[in-house]
């Protein structure tokens, strides 16, 4: 009897793929992890104990089914292991490469919470989809009928992709309409290079076009065409937006030059890695060569500009926070990983204002935590006369962001909205109060993780399948 690969944590350690040392790392915008050989894959695959009740599995957005494609990968069966892989998550490689794990699935992980180190899942998963792109096991969409049913989607971000995806697959008509040159949206333009290399994005566009999805780039709903229009195309409007308005900064000063968005910043970065003109990079207003950079905030978007500036030669980079490390939103991983790279965490920090007309430097209130509020969480309170001036050059604010005025900018005041501006529509079904319009993603649900935008996408593409199979059923009888 052949033994059994798996359940092996007690014996194997828990390795993940070799990390590229900081100082050579810090000089390019390369993925800073090395990919697993095969061997050490299967190794750490089978560290997995495929427990009765899954906790990686229901903490994934996606519910991958992780067990089943980790034993498969310890079996060296990669092409199964993808094929399972695929069912559930259009972008496993994306993923796999971006998704916090370790708040998510190998941050429940069973053998984590015993002590024995989580199972390396999304190093895993990461290697599974590129050994299926390097041995030609992704393919197009090729529908074996061709609907008449058409949709058109705005928004090419992960939601709106991975809807375009679901419903071609379906046979169905699709046309993603982006207001940038290239779709991608935040996976494009707003994760840098050393956590997500382009070329695995740009593939997955190029697999959409070949599988039939229609792309409209550099058209803007409201100026180049109108939401009326779209909807008289289309059987159905998926509105994926994603949220790009930034949360802005109070205080004295806030409105000087050399206080920059984040997305601003890391669009630059990015569009510079494709070569394309930036003359705002060129100038120096998005460039933080030879500056003192603060960057504002504690997300993962924060995380991403700090690390950003190191790679372009700044002289310092602080990241100032208002709580503890302990209560930061952004992944633990990236925050080890800046450190590793000579960022500097002021934890407990504030802006209170900025001095110089171009900023020379940021007013920060020392903070302490306090009572919890409502959610539990611990508010920051001001310590009195413990202010100071932190020099810089270059303030980034990651403050998050929101979505934009849709009913306004779109003409369609009938659109409902929630009171934080979102688009009001059902978790389930993603369908809006407009027939036919459905949403999901960020627009939808606010700020979030691509994981989240990708489950969106699905749930949002069967829906309108289930509603034009409906409509098909009745036409026939």
Not at 390 to 413: N, Q, S
């Amino acid at each position: 009897m052949a033994q059994d690969p798996m359940l092996k944590f007690v014996s194997v350690e828990r390795d993940m793929p070799e990390k590229r040392p900081p100082d050579l790392r810090a000089k390019d915008f390369q993925e800073i992890y090395a990919e697993y050989a095969e061997t050490k894959a299967e190794e750490q695959a089978s560290r997995c104990s495929q427990c009765g009740v899954p906790y990686c599995q229901s903490h994934c957005p996606l519910h991958n089914n992780i067990p089943d494609w980790l034993r498969l990968t310890a079996q060296g069966r990669l092409q199964e292991a993808y094929e399972i892989s695929q069912a559930t998550n259009t972008f496993p490689e994306i993923c796999g490469r971006i998704c916090p794990q370790d708040r998510l699935c190998e941050g429940n992980c069973v053998i984590e919470q015993s002590g024995h180190g989580t199972v390396t899942i999304g190093s895993v998963e990461k290697y599974i989809t590129d050994t299926a792109w390097e041995n030609g096991w992704v393919k197009p969409a090729a529908p074996s009928i061709e609907r008449k049913e058409s949709v058109g989607i705005i928004g090419a971000g992960p939601g709106g992709l991975a809807a375009a995806d679901r419903l071609r697959r379906a046979g169905v008509q699709v046309v993603v309409y982006d207001r940038y040159d290239r779709a991608g949206g935040l996976l494009t333009y707003g994760i840098p290079g050393f956590k997500l290399e382009k070329d695995a994005v740009m593939k997955r566009i190029d697999q959409l076009e070949q599988g039939g999805v229609t792309f409209k780039m550099n058209c803007n709903v409201g100026e180049d065409v109108s939401f009326a229009e779209l909807q008289a195309k289309h059987d159905a409007i998926l509105i994926a937006t994603g949220v790009y308005k930034s949360r802005e900064l109070q205080g004295p000063g806030a409105g000087a030059s050399g206080i920059v968005r984040a997305i601003d910043y890391l669009t630059a970065s990015n569009r510079k890695s494709f070569g394309d003109a930036v003359p705002e990079f060129d100038s120096g207003e998005l460039n933080a060569e030879g500056k003192r950079v603060v960057v504002i905030g504690g997300g993962d978007t924060a995380m991403d500009c700090v690390r950003t500036a190191i790679r372009q030669g700044a002289t310092s980079v602080k990241c100032l926070y208002r709580r503890d490390k302990a209560n930061m939103p952004g992944s633990q991983r990236e925050v080890a990983n800046a450190e590793e790279e000579g960022v500097e965490f002021l934890w407990l920090s504030a802006p209170k204002g900025f001095t110089g007309d171009a900023v020379e430097g940021v007013m920060v209130s020392k903070m302490r935590l306090g009572a919890a509020d409502a959610t539990g969480r611990q508010m920051p309170e001001v310590i009195e006369g413990a202010d100071y001036v932190e020099d810089a050059d270059l303030v980034i604010k990651a403050l998050g962001f929101e979505p934009e005025e849709l009913p306004t900018l779109w003409g369609v005041p009938e659109l409902a909205v929630t009171r934080w501006g979102t688009v009001k529509a059902d978790f389930a079904t993603h369908e809006t109060n407009l027939p036919g319009v459905y949403a999901c993603g960020d627009i939808q649900r606010g700020a979030s993780l691509v994981v989240w935008a990708i489950r969106d996408g699905r749930e949002a593409a069967d829906a309108m399948l289930a509603q034009f199979n409906a409509a098909a059923q009745v036409a026939a009888e």
